[in-house]
């Protein structure tokens, strides 16, 4: 080839024309600007895989009347430049809107080649577009691209490259009917302009007359300067259309070309180009199924069923993991114990690492197998019908739609995480409505309250256990949306901004996304939650041990047991009624222990004022241990109660003991429940607030909380006794 061939890219502003132009030439482009105007112009060279052409990336235009700078110049460069192909990039996902600056520039009779582009956005979107049968009715080549990766530029330009050498630069434009009236004028102007051969050198005589009928103020500038008596004429001719089709049509004539061109666009798309149906089909399904699923009775009825289904699921499935886990921890933690002396670092490790961050990870079957069917639920469109439902309600007490969801993470049903939850308050606009429900989201039973509550109601309220949980979850979204009310109406007072909702037409989840967002969370979990806790666990095991017990009152203990030795010897079951003893024995010694140290010496301080609640100092404890992570509560009270370690999972005897306890009653444990439940935010938790708004906030919150907590459990506990 003698010469470079000279592409010229056209398109509608944002159909990826610079994108696809970049890909092209890569780094060798010029920028420049038309003349005597500020439109920028680019070029480039393209050499791809041994085809060489010279690209220039048009302005965006919608049209190629002379309406606008960017269509006069791009229109411009076609005439006057004549470029030997046009390469018309096009939105795909609104293929009908660019199509009518196609059909424009196959009227003109440029070569046309048009490049379908962001052809991913059109997949994703549901859209199926047969390119061969674009092709075949237009006569012209189609490519499918996408600018953004590069794909099918390769082919775009070889496809450029061949049809400017077929049509060597000939114009042969497609000749649109416009209706009677039009075209017979069409026709009379046509022969004129080719009988004065006005612009017959540069363009087509009928496109011409199309560009007068239009009214463009250059065409008929230019022409008039040319050949001002056929002009006159022309335009002559054109009034009396526009007199005609106004009085008969009510419509100017460039709208009714206007409309034609679409008519034309629309049949071509009819004719199996553009399938939509798929999506139409889908809609019409999802109304369907909306009308019983956002029903006003049923819709919220299903909404309980479902929820009450997952969580259900979750703790049934995440039994065997978690049970497996624990095994493993167990063993991890013997042999641990086993391997190494006696001492500080085995306690620490044993007692502070393992067990602390094995009670975190414990949770992590559980999470993953609820956020499995959290993200299939959203995947499908189901959670944007239930914020939907939920969102009257929440408006009354000044939430939003959107903070529904993290109501629900959080643990709205039972057993989720304020973590997430907190996280997932992201999706929520207004600073306002966020903080209200960030900050009340955490009232919510958490899968680590729930062993807490689960250990205290078996011992009160064995009878009535199910429906005592119940209580306990409405209970916090009562409280969670009262405090919230509150809030809204005081140091957030604002408005509520509209909750527009397009529902979104179901969409069956993959299992591929489905698992991916699950994964993604529940990582999210392990690490923000494993390195937290892992560091509180340590802290906490060492408040729980130091200061030591001094050696005087250790030796007591030592003195204690060998009494022990020689008063059971003379004893008929020696052998057993030892070992009970000593057990006995090291357990006082545990709880002088845990008593003395730093832990033991707050939870005694608190004392007299956590009376006015029903705590002891041992309640204290586990209280304080609560802060860093709930789970904390129920085996810092089984070591303060002196049964040794109890893992949350096996409470029993530690709910006996409680329930045989003269400081313990059923008003104690609903004050303790409640205290439990409103109580500061696990440590993790506030971490989590403090990064989506400020530590100022995080601050507040386990202030608010705790003083809200102690002020509801106390009201408990001293109107309680009054009644018994
Ligand atoms: P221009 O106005 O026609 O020059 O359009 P640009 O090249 O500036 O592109 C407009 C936007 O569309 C940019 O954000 C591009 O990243 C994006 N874009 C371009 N091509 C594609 C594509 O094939 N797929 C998708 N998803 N986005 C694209
Ligand atoms: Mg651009």
Redesign the pocket.
Known sequence: MAENVTIALA????????????ALTGSRQRVGNYPGVTVERKEGTVILNGLHADVV?LP?CYSLTAYSMEELVARQVLVEERPDVVVH?M?ATVLERSLYLGVQLLEMGVPVVLAL?????TKKRGLRINAGKLSKLLGVPVVE?????G?GKKELLQAAIDHANQRKRQWLPLELSYGPDVDHALLDMTTRINAAGLFTDRQPARWTAIKYIEGDEQVVAEGRKAAPEVSKELEAMVAKLSDHCQKTLNAYPDAIIADYRYGFISALLKQGVLERDSLRERIDITDKVDRVLTHRVFGPLIMLAVLYGMFKITFTLGEYPMGWLEIAFGWLSDTVGNALAEGPLRSMLVSGVIDGVGGVMGFVPLILIMFLMVSALEDLGYMARMAYMLDRVFRIFGLHGCSVMPFVISGGIAGGCAVPGIMATRTLKSPKEKLATLLTAPFMTCGAKIPVFVLLVAAFFPENAAITMFAITMFAWVMALLVSWALRSTLLRGESTPFVMELPPYRLPTLRGVLTHSFERTWAYIRKAGTVILAISILLWAAMTYPELPAERTAGFETMREQAVAETQTMADAEAALEERLAEIDNREAQAALRHSLAGRVGGALEPVSKLAGFDWRTNIALVGGVAAKEVIVSTLGTAYSLGEVEAEEAEPLSERLATDPQWSAITAISLIVFVLLYAPCFVTVVAMAKESSWRWATFSTIFNTALAFAMATAIYQFGRLLS
Do not use: L
Not at 117 to 121: P, T
Not at 145 to 149: F, I, K, L, N, Q
């Open positions: 398109g509608n502003p944002n159909s990826g024309k610079t994108t696809m132009f970049n990336d965006g990039v939105d582009n962001m052809m991913d956005e691209t996408v600018g953004r990766t794909q």
